[in-house]
């Protein structure tokens, strides 16, 4: 009792301690950043933030911006929604930041909407997908932007790939049904293949955290189908792709980024990802020498190759910093403004410029797995 | 008709997993009346344990097995005897609280202890397919399983009906106070009613880990709550009664994802602890005994 106690006294000064430090915003501007560093989708938050420290890093090595140095102040969501909310509100009233990047994902994303659109404080998400974090029933969030392309554009991507590349005829469509991203993606990619003249058999449904696929997929495998789409998150995807090829499933899988971690290889297993194909942001072994650039800046400072989530958590933090500068000032309405009229600007995932949702325009990635590695297959430009 | 087979194949392979996990509940419940809420971490524990042993000591399935139901063991004994035997003459309602603590305190120190992300198993023993007939499949761990799970149950009945400590646990099941009149140990049989529960538990969780090939702190959560709701569907307590009720349920859930209800599937799970509890609380197997006043 007497521990509980100190702690909570310990907080309550650690907390007045960095309010009085905030007042002082001089030196530096604070930008916080809501991600996903423990739980379930931990991978994403944590890959993300490493791309947001090494482009703070370089900025500040390059000066700061307008002679300011930027200071990362991270968040906890430990990927859930409301853990998410939670830590808006803390990054906003208690450490005082003119700007978040976060989340990586949809189902949290939209759970700090609502925090700043209220508060009143810019948001950008590197990586969240699902059309409804930057619109909502038909209206402009007016404080959030995004780094990536979304989920329609995702979806129907991969639906043109399954027609024209894999010659499908027919598709069989697995969800994660708690998942806003996994609906997302579906729905798109259900539309578009059925425009191409495909058909979709069936669409079943799993849970995040389920463990034994083989019921569903017994029935996947009586369908027959030409390919099998599953946009989910990579703890159940490797299982359901491990399990399938186990059953005897041949037929090609496919997804979205939320495959692109590397503890989907341990979990799957090298040999049952072949013959899989996913979208991404980015490939790692693309040529392009803007990404091999920041490729190799990513690997001397963490020692391992950056996935899609770094890359734009480092291109989150590039268009931020872009846009302090041209407001010329850190006030938080000033950055909304200048965010708002992002042109041409020079991303590693790609040149893009922000439409009227505030969604980027720019090219999507297409991955195939060959022996457990992401091989750069083709690039799909926007229609 | 193959297809009806295969699913059925798939429900009693996901049933008896249930029903390994079910083992551990219901004997401890059956000899000192508490709901282990932890049990299901200690079946998380169990698969971590295997897991670092095989990556870490590159030791093979036995001996990492081995080790792992040696460690759950000792923990469930420390669990018992930190949290649970300061507890003796409490209410029923604080040992069952304080069990919903310790679950916590093991989820959260697993997080705090091996981070929180999903973490790929070793593949232990190659998985061999068997075509039984026509498109039916089994493969070489569902059928392990089945097998691990009905010799332990014989096993257990074994120890509790047939060995002197078995002897100690029903006195100690029967009457707490005149048992330990009767010169037994009753500390020391509780203890080993929690080594023998935890050591089924881990051999559970390395099964687990060796079926599904991820593992993660909170593993055990769903995997717990459906081991007891088999158990109480067997008739919680009853060693026999947990092996069918987990392949009951494991089955029952299966039929209904395979015609298309895969999102009801756990809500399945609930309504028959529901119904149980209505109409036939004392489980399948269970005989109504009034509770002593």
């Given at each position: 009792m007497a521990l509980a106690m100190g702690m909570v006294a310990g907080c309550g000064s650690q907390s007045t301690s960095s309010q009085g430090s905030s007042g002082d915003n001089g030196s530096t501007i604070k930008i916080g950043a809501d991600l996903e560093l423990t739980g379930g989708q931990a991978s994403y938050g944590t890959s993300a933030l490493k791309g947001i420290q090494l482009a703070a890093e370089e900025i500040n090595n390059a000066g700061g911006i307008n002679g300011k140095k930027i200071e990362i102040v991270q968040a906890d969501d430990s990927s859930k929604p409301e853990e998410s909310t939670r830590a808006a509100q803390k990054l906003i009233s208690q450490d005082k930041v003119v700007a978040i990047i976060g989340t990586s994902t949809s189902t949290n994303t939209l759970a700090a909407v609502q925090v700043v659109q209220d508060k009143k404080i810019p948001m950008i998400t590197?990586?969240?997908?699902?059309?409804?974090v930057t619109v909502n029933n038909g209206k402009v969030n007016s404080y959030v932007f995004r780094a990536c392309f979304i989920d329609p554009f995702q979806g129907s991507v991969m639906a043109n790939f399954a027609t024209q590349n894999l010659k499908a005829k027919t598709a069989v469509v697995y969800i994660d049904t708690s998942s806003d991203y996994s609906k997302g993606l579906a729905k798109s990619f259900e539309d578009t293949f059925k425009k191409n003249g495909g058909q979709i058999l069936s669409e079943e449904s799993y849970q995040q955290n389920d463990s034994d696929f083989k019921v569903v997929l017994t029935r996947i495998k009586e369908r027959n189908p030409d390919v099998i789409y599953v946009p989910g998150y990579y703890n159940e995807v490797g299982k359901i792709v491990k399990q399938a090829r186990e059953m005897g499933i041949k037929a090609p899988f496919m997804g979205g980024d939320g495959w692109d971690a590397p503890q989907l290889v341990d979990i799957a297993g090298k040999e049952n990802l072949n013959n899989t194909f996913i979208s991404n942001?980015?490939?790692?072994?693309?040529?392009?020498p803007v990404i091999q650039k920041f490729v190799s800046a990513f690997k001397t400072k963490y020692g391992s190759a950056p996935d899609g989530f770094a890359v734009l958590g480092y291109d989150a933090m590039n268009m931020l910093a872009d846009a302090i500068k041209r407001a010329g000032s850190a006030d938080p309405s000033k950055i909304r403004d200048a965010l708002e009229a992002t042109k041409d600007f020079k991303a590693v995932t790609g040149t893009l410029t922000l439409d009227q949702n505030h969604d980027p325009i720019k090219a999507a990635t297409i991955l195939e797995f060959k022996d457990g590695k992401e091989v750069f297959k083709t690039k799909v430009n926007p229609q | 008709m193959d297809y009806i087979i295969q699913q059925f194949i798939n429900g009693i392979s996901v049933g008896s997993i249930y029903a390994l996990i079910a083992l551990g509940y219901t004997m401890v419940y059956g000899i000192i009346?508490?709901?282990?809420?932890?049990h299901g971490d200690v079946f998380m524990i169990g698969a971590f344990v295997s897991f670092y042993a095989v990556?870490?000591?590159?030791?093979g399935f036995i001996p990492s097995l081995l080790i792992s139901m040696a460690a759950c063991a000792l923990v469930g004994v420390i669990i018992e005897r930190t949290a649970y035997k300061p507890l003796r003459n409490a209410s029923r309602i604080a040992v069952l609280i304080t069990a919903i603590g310790v679950s916590f305190l093991l989820e959260n120190g697993g997080i705090f202890a091996v981070g929180a992300q999903p973490k790929g198993f070793p593949e232990l023993i190659h998985k061999t397919q068997y075509?039984?007939?026509?498109?039916v499949t089994i493969d070489s761990i569902q059928i392990m399983i089945l097998a691990v799970t009905v010799i332990l149950m014989i096993l257990l009945q074994y120890i509790v009906h047939y060995t002197k400590i078995g002897k100690a646990m029903r006195a100690v099941s029967y009457d707490m106070e005149a048992a330990r009149l009767m010169g037994i140990n009753v500390d020391s049989t509780i203890s080993a009613t929690f080594a023998i529960g935890s050591a089924l538990a881990a051999a559970a969780g390395v099964i687990f880990g060796m079926t599904y090939n991820s593992i993660d702190p909170l593993m055990g959560i769903i995997p717990g709550l459906k081991a007891f709701v088999a158990a109480v569907l067997g008739g919680i307590g009853i060693i026999p009664g947990a092996l069918v009720g987990g392949l009951v349920l494991g089955v029952l859930e299966t039929a209904v994802s395979s015609v298309g209800y895969s999102l009801w599937r756990d809500g399945v799970a609930f309504a028959i602890l529901i119904l149980i509890l209505i109409?036939?609380?004392?489980?399948?197997?269970g005989k109504n005994v009034r509770e002593k006043v």
């Open positions: 590197p990586t969240a997908t699902n059309a409804k942001h980015y490939a790692a072994d693309d040529p392009d | 009346k508490l709901i282990n809420f932890a990556t870490l000591l590159h030791l075509t039984i007939f026509g498109n109409f036939k609380p004392s489980g399948l197997f």
